[in-house]
């Protein structure tokens, strides 16, 4: 019976994540500009959410990869690209450069403290979550292995109802 319970407490927990909003906390952007987490939109299409730090190659791997295809991605379902720095001290002043370095187009947040981090219920990164054209979490993934980002633009095209 305890198993049973804590079995359905999980699910609750996991059924109900899958439906919140995000959480209100300010952020900065690469440049200093404050950007709310609770008003991220993307005009009805969906946003992909990656957690990322400058010294995790795994996540610098899925961004890469991921912007290899980005174009064709957005062409393709409007999806929007928004990685969040948990860097914290002096590896801030390593956001940037990296970021230029690759290339990336997406918007690059700062979340030093971890604020946004925690509130999202973040472990482990790299860490992904779709939000839909509703501002809704949809999907949620940690990890990355080699092609995982085929699996993250499938949910993506699921999401945008892209067959």
């Known amino acids: 019976m305890k198993r049973f319970l804590l079995a359905a407490l999980l699910f609750a927990g996991f059924a109900c994540a899958s439906f919140a909003q995000l959480p209100a906390i300010q952020l900065k952007d690469i440049n200093g500009k404050a950007v709310r987490t609770d008003t991220l939109s993307n005009g009805g299409k969906p946003i992909v959410i990656s957690f990322f730090a400058t010294w995790c190659k795994p ?11 980005y174009e064709d991605w957005q062409q393709e379902t409007g999806v ?21 370095g ?62």
């Not at 929007?80 to 230029?100: F, M, T």
């Not at 979490?137 to 949910?155: C, D, F, N, P, R």
């Open 59 to 69: 996540c610098n791997r899925e961004l890469k990869a991921i912007q290899e295809v």
């Open 80 to 100: 929007r690209i928004i990685a969040i720095s948990i860097d914290e001290g002096q590896n801030i002043q390593k956001v940037k450069p990296l970021v230029d």
């Open 102 to 163: 690759y290339g990336w187009e997406y918007q690059i947040l700062l979340d030093p403290n971890s604020d946004f981090r925690r509130a999202m219920g973040v472990n482990l990164i790299p860490h992904s979550f779709i939000i839909d054209g509703n501002g809704k979490v949809a999907y949620s993934h940690s990890g990355y292995t080699e092609g995982a980002e085929a699996e993250l633009y499938e949910k993506v095209k699921e999401i945008a109802g892209v067959k």
